[in-house]
C-alpha cells in the first residue's frame, strides 16, 4: 500500500531529534558507501526553478527517493503560497515499489535545519551563546529549532534586508531584530540574495557560519574573503562546487577545491577533525543533498508504518 503524507502528517510523526538522527544516518550511510547520489537536475519554470534530486540508500531497508521541488521567491507576496513546495517519491530499492508520496516542505525545511545542527556538533563551539539570523523566511524557524537543542544558545539576534519582515519574525519568535549585521558565536545564513552580504566585519575569530541560502548558481551570501579565512566543510563538495557558496570563492580565486577541509560525512565518519582550536572561524556551505531527502523520508515513512500499526524496519539498528 503506497501511504500518501501532508505535511500536517510529516510534523506530527517527527520532532527535532528524529530530525537530527534521520540526517546523521544518512551522512553515516553517505560515509561507509551505503548511499548514492547522482547530481541534481534544475528545471527553470517562470518566475521560479525546479530542483530534482535523487539518492538510493540502504539503512535497515532499501530505499530510493526522488524530490522535485519548485523553489518560487515571489510566491508569497504574489500568490499567498510558499516559496518552497513539492513532493517526494520514496521507493522499495529492492522491487521499485512506490511505499509513500510525502509532501517535501516540511522534510526540506527539517531536513536542512537538521544538517546544519549536525555540522554544528562537529564546528561550533561547544559554549556558543548568540546566534544571528541571517534571513527571516520559514528557514530561519527551522534553523532555530534544531540548534537550539544542540547548542546553549542564551542570546539570539534576527536581521533581514526587509527591517518590518525582522521585527515581525523577531516578535512571534522571541528574538530581538537588529537593523545591522552583528558578530556573534553563530550566524546562519539563510536568505535568497543573488549577491554576497556576510563580511569579514561581521565575522569574528571563532565564530560558525552556516551558509544555508545559496542552493543554485546564482545565489550568494557569503564573501569569499571569509571562505578564503575560514575552515570550510561541504555537505557534498562536488555540488558546493557547482552552487554554493563555495563556487563563488572558487571563482573569486580565493579558494581552491583541495582548500575545502572536508565533506560533512568525513565528520560524521571521524575520518577528519572539526574545529581545532576556538578561534578558528568555520563556515559550513550547505546546499542540500538527496541523502538527507531519502533519509529523512525513510524516517517519516517507518513512523507513520508504526502509527497505523504496520511492520516497520528499526532504521537506527
Not at 11 to 17: F, I, K, Q
Not at 226 to 238: E, G, I, K, T
Amino acid at each position: 500500500m503506497t501511504l500518501l503524507l501532508s505535511r500536517r502528517d510529516v510534523a506530527a510523526l517527527m520532532d527535532s531529534e528524529a530530525w537530527l538522527e534521520a540526517v546523521e544516518a544518512g551522512f553515516r550511510a553517505l560515509a561507509e558507501g551505503r548511499a548514492r547520489a547522482p547530481s541534481p537536475m534544475a528545471i527553470h519554470g517562470w518566475g521560479g526553478t525546479f530542483h530534482a534530486k535523487g539518492a538510493s540508500l540502504a539503512l535497515g531497508r532499501r530505499y530510493v527517493a526522488l524530490k522535485l521541488n519548485g523553489n518560487f521567491p515571489g510566491n508569497p507576496a504574489r500568490h499567498g503560497l510558499p516559496t518552497i513546495q513539492g513532493a517526494i517519491l520514496l521507493c522499495d530499492g529492492e522491487n521499485g515499489a512506490l511505499l509513500a508520496i510525502i509532501d517535501s516542505i516540511e522534510v526540506t525545511l527539517r531536513r536542512t535545519a537538521a544538517a546544519t545542527a549536525l555540522a554544528a556538533k562537529f564546528l561550533a563551539r561547544a559554549d556558543s551563546a548568540t546566534i544571528l539570523v541571517c534571513g527571516c523566511g520559514a528557514q530561519a524557524a527551522a534553523q532555530l529549532e534544531a540548534l537550539r537543542a544542540v547548542l546553549p544558545l542564551r542570546r539570539f539576534y534576527a536581521w533581514d534586508r526587509d527591517a518590518a519582515r525582522a521585527q515581525a519574525f523577531a516578535r512571534s519568535h522571541g528574538l530581538e531584530a537588529v537593523a545591522d549585521l552583528r558578530a556573534c558565536d553563530v550566524i546562519v545564513a539563510c536568505t535568497t540574495a543573488r549577491s554576497p552580504y556576510l563580511g569579514p566585519g561581521a565575522v569574528r575569530p571563532g565564530t560558525f557560519v552556516a551558509a544555508v541560502g545559496a542552493d543554485s548558481p546564482d545565489k550568494s551570501e557569503v564573501e569569499p574573503a571569509v571562505m578564503r579565512n575560514a575552515l570550510v566543510v561541504a555537505d557534498v563538495l562536488a555540488q558546493c562546487a557547482a552552487m554554493g557558496d563555495l563556487r563563488h570563492a572558487l571563482a573569486a580565486g580565493a579558494m581552491r577545491r583541495e582548500d575545502v577541509h572536508a565533506e560533512l560525512h568525513e565528520l560524521v565518519a571521524g575520518t577528519r577533525a572539526g574545529r581545532t582550536s576556538d578561534d578558528q572561524v568555520t563556515v559550513f556551505d550547505s546546499t542540500g543533498t538527496a541523502v538527507q531527502d531519502v533519509a529523512a523520508a525513510a524516517f517519516v515513512y517507518e513512523r507513520a508504518c508504526r502509527s497505523a500499526g504496520f511492520a516497520a524496519v528499526d532504521l537506527a539498528a
